[in-house]
């Protein structure tokens, strides 16, 4: 458990924490803000990410994700929840481009084979085989 | 960790393997997509659930839940919030009848004694006792 | 995992068994029903958080957050996120005033170097110091 740097990129920190300290598998979940944010809607008919911004300071009222292996390399998947100062609340997959405020995070280890992301054909995501 | 099957129910999946890998008590978190959902919001005054729909594909931006026994069977309790191409979020209490896209969850079994719901005089719900 | 007690305040719960069972240093999620809420959002250019009410019956859809030192007592810092009948989400940081429905919590005790929360002079915030 631990801070990610301020004004840092929010899925960059957490690869790169992980590349760091050899996380191959896990989970995690954060809280905190970030200054604004990249999210995208996964188009199921046209199997692509549709992006948008967020230009705006934000709470993130969840962040919920894992590391698995892409081309050898870990890799986190994330979606996240922010809210305004009203409570409103935007969501989405958490694309690059999401500045860090604040964030609290706690990232669990798993052992055990390794997942790895390959091209799924009936989705057309980055998923896991054979499990 | 692994991966929910495409178009099964994302509560039946989740109560099949914990059936089939005799779970009967632990936590889940997952993330993913969905086709369509099926949700409720329990009325605290008439103490009953009021389901509603949500008719097209959305991200899970959370699912945070719980295995537990009921009628000595392992039973999930789930929330779930959904999101949309533009970011708005839509959440309640997971039902039946909610076909995955694509889902990424992270079971954590649990050890120690039982917890077994059972109807709850003061909320109507169906808690655990004694703890 | 455990029940929180039914009009208990829900932050007060959590801080006040962490403190009767000597968790200093943890994680959690919870899920569950409020009778009415109070959130807040960190305003990041006057460093302020700024409250607001949220009076009806709520489905807790998601409740992150982790329990840190500060002044030598366990203290909670969750997000919430809150759904109404139709599913409309409000999320926000946890502040007292928050009456518990019903809230299922699971609490994971983490060991290892306590983190010590004190004001971080870049971000205003009661932040977790040198890690």
Redesign the interface.
């Known amino acids: 458990?631990?801070?990610l740097p301020?004004e840092g990129d929010l899925l960059k920190s957490i690869e790169g924490f992980c590349r760091e300290n050899g996380i191959t598998?896990g989970?995690f979940?954060?809280?905190g803000?970030v200054?604004s944010a990249r999210?995208a809607?996964?188009?199921?008919?046209s199997q692509e990410y549709?992006g948008?911004a967020?230009d705006e300071?934000m709470?993130?009222?969840?962040c919920?994700?894992?590391i698995s292996l892409l081309n050898g390399q870990p890799i986190a998947?994330?979606?996240?929840?922010l809210?305004?100062?009203?409570?409103?609340?935007?969501?989405?997959?958490l694309m690059l481009g999401t500045p860090v405020?604040?964030c609290?995070i706690?990232i669990q280890e798993?052992l055990g084979e390794p997942?790895v992301r390959r091209r799924?054909e009936?989705?057309g995501?980055t998923?896991?085989q054979g499990?």
């Open positions: 458990m631990g801070r301020h598998l989970v979940t954060a809280l803000a200054k999210l809607y996964y188009d199921q008919e549709r948008f967020v300071p709470e993130i009222v969840s919920i994700g894992n998947h994330a979606h996240l929840a809210s305004d100062g009203e409570g409103r609340t935007i969501s989405g997959h405020f604040a609290e706690f798993l997942l799924d009936e989705t995501g998923l896991w499990d």
